[in-house]
């Protein structure tokens, strides 16, 4: 697995030979409409990316980092951000060398971020065939070259990190044909929402509600778009410390969607009770995983040099994500109508039964592991039980509720260091314990309380 994180080798000004051919195969093999309008959705995410990115309040900081914000070094921020607006560049000419300045009206096509088909419509492909991209670069040459001076000082400042934001953000805002990336983006996504959402829509009552929830779902459409995006980049094994533009992105787009939904959507007149319950759960469970996935995973992530960490981390918080948005789509749909079926919608749907059902099991595994590591306490014993917790570290975990996080963590670090069996074994007693509180609470799942548990037998 080779994830890329040297500056020298990501960020060049100057397009190399690789990058070209880089820019050639990051594209599913479709013609040349649909490879422009695929590159015109990707720059309009980076362009809405960067924006959230000098914005402070986006940013993935532990809460110690972002305690001392004023004071810390945002080289790594800042090798970032260049890397990013090198990406918008390289777009950008691929978009010139095509030989049109704007979209093509095209027929149905598949985006690379998801292979959702979309129809462009005379409207769009209007609006879009007055897009000048060759405009946008001087402005991101400009900031690039300032970002490339910067990270070479000894450190950057908060000031000089917030400055270089202001002035890009500011270019961004005065430029019509950044408006129009974005636009054109945008809407495109748009139309990539499943029909059957939008003809429910059209059925709810009051049709003030109706259309807040259509907003919704195509708030969530655009933030499963990004998490495509992401995911693509994780199979093409592209830089992955740029995904903290995406990221930063979801962040802002998906704190829109909750003040949304408390604002408008659960005020709306005459509100069926079950309705506001749903809504008001959902927004609850999208904060909750919000925070799993970007206060726990990513954090402080732009300073990792260790390459299957970031990818490992990377790929958890997408996974947490794109499993919150999918089920938050499914239950507010199903409330309407409950025939429609979350696979139906999503290839990859796991509903919270299905992970509860998994997590209990795991769970129950680790159990066994560690009460056959505590009765042998013998060198095979032990690695086979470090060898589970790793991997359930890297993918159960997330199923867990945030609150057990920190603890399991806990109690992993303490077992990896423990070398000596005398020293081991009360640590793994106090383990058992707490695997079977955990086991418990699962147990106590409403969605599993018609799926009782046989405690299979398990061999370790």
């Known amino acids: ?64 980092d972002r305690a001392r914000i004023v004071t810390r070094d945002f080289t790594d ?4 951000a260049h890397s990013a607006l090198q990406r918008c560049l390289q777009l950008i000419s691929a978009l010139s060398r095509a030989g049109t300045p704007g979209l093509r009206q095209s027929q149905d096509h598949a985006l690379i971020n998801g292979g959702e088909s979309a129809r462009l419509t005379d409207a769009l492909a209007s609006e879009a065939a007055h897009v000048q991209p060759a405009s946008l670069a001087d402005p991101l040459t400009d900031a690039g070259v300032v970002c490339r001076t910067l990270v070479r000082t000894q450190a950057v400042s908060f000031e000089a990190w917030s400055s270089v934001g202001r002035l890009l953000v500011r270019e961004l805002k005065r430029s019509e044909h950044a408006k129009q990336i974005v636009r054109a983006a945008r809407r495109i996504s748009s139309s990539n929402v499943r ?30 778009d990004q998490l495509r995006f992401i995911e693509a980049s994780l199979k093409l094994d592209r830089p992955l410390k740029q995904m903290l533009i995406v990221f930063t992105l979801i962040h802002q787009e998906t704190r829109s969607l909750l003040m949304m939904i408390e604002a408008r959507a659960l005020r709306s007149e005459d509100i069926e009770p079950s309705i506001f319950e749903i809504l008001d759960s959902t927004a609850y469970a999208i904060r909750m995983e919000l925070r799993k996935a970007l206060e726990y995973e990513l954090a402080d992530l732009s300073g990792s040099r260790q390459m299957p960490l970031i990818y490992a981390k990377v790929e958890n918080a997408h996974g ?108 793994l007693h106090r383990f058992a314990a707490y695997l079977e509180t955990l086991l418990g609470q699962v147990n106590m799942r409403a969605v599993l309380s018609e799926h009782a548990f046989d405690y299979p037998k398990i061999i370790v």
Request: net charge negative; charged share 25%; glycine share 4%.
């Open 1 to 64: 697995m080779n994830i890329n994180t040297n500056f020298s080798e990501q960020v060049t000004l100057n397009e190399s030979p690789n990058d070209r051919q880089a820019l050639s195969t990051a594209t599913v093999e479709v013609g040349q409409d649909e490879q422009i309008e695929t590159t015109v959705c990707e720059l309009g995410l980076w362009l809405r990316g960067v924006e959230s990115f000098f914005d402070a309040s986006n940013l993935l900081f532990s809460p110690n």
């Open 77 to 80: 921020e800042m090798l970032v």
């Open 195 to 224: 029909p059957e959402l939008l003809t429910l829509t059209e059925r709810v009552q009051p049709e003030s509600l109706g259309a807040d929830l259509r907003e919704v779902f195509v708030k969530l459409n655009d933030l499963l």
């Open 320 to 427: 947490i994500l794109r499993d919150c948005f999918q089920q938050s789509v499914v239950a507010l749909a199903q409330v309407f109508d409950d025939t429609l079926d979350g696979k139906l919608l999503f290839q990859n749907f796991q509903t919270k039964l299905d992970q509860s059902l998994a997590l209990r099991r795991d769970l129950w595994t680790q159990l066994k592991c560690v009460e056959r590591a505590e009765s042998r306490c013998d060198p095979q014993a032990v690695a086979a039980l470090k060898e589970s917790l790793s991997a359930f570290r890297e993918g159960g975990l997330r199923h867990l509720m945030y609150k057990d996080w920190e603890s399991y963590e806990l109690f992993f670090e303490e077992i990896a260091v423990v070398r000596k069996p005398a020293e081991l074994l009360p640590v």
